[in-house]
């Protein structure tokens, strides 16, 4: 099985940037498509940005869209999520997310397509 480990998380004020790594470690599991969620308490977990592993394609909420930007590094099996241009509204739980599934364009930011989760990590931005 693959284990997923996030850090980066932290607090900024608003304006300021982040940057999210996800580590995925085990073996015999092919990454097909890697997200970003995250989750403030009493939501439903929110799909922020994803990437088909391989092709490259890549996959954005509207409200984090020309802010954030995600990449995935094979050599490492480390996705990354850069945060500029940081809000309040995105202070929640950062969530990292893989499945060896295709992910579509239409569902790749949908939490019931991934099959392993990290254990979150906190982003906290202050106005």
């Known amino acids: 099985q693959v284990q997923l480990v996030e850090s980066g998380g932290g607090s900024v004020q608003a304006g300021g940037s982040l940057r999210l790594s996800c580590a995925a470690s085990g073996n015999s599991y092919v990454l097909a498509c890697m997200g970003w969620f995250r989750q403030v308490p009493g939501k439903e977990r929110e799909g922020v940005a994803a990437?088909?592993?391989?092709?490259?394609?890549?996959f954005f909420a509207d409200s984090v869209k020309g802010r954030f930007t995600i990449a995935y590094e094979n050599a490492k099996r480390t996705l990354e999520l850069q945060m500029n241009s940081l809000r309040p509204e995105d202070t929640a739980m950062y969530y990292c997310?893989?499945?060896?599934?295709?992910?579509?364009?239409?569902?790749?930011?949908?939490?019931?397509?991934?099959?392993?989760w990290g254990q979150g990590t906190q982003v906290t931005v202050s106005s």
């Open positions: 997310a893989t499945t060896g599934n295709y992910c579509s364009s239409s569902r790749s930011l949908a939490s019931s397509q991934y099959t392993r």
């Open positions: 990437i088909r592993i391989g092709a490259g394609s890549t």
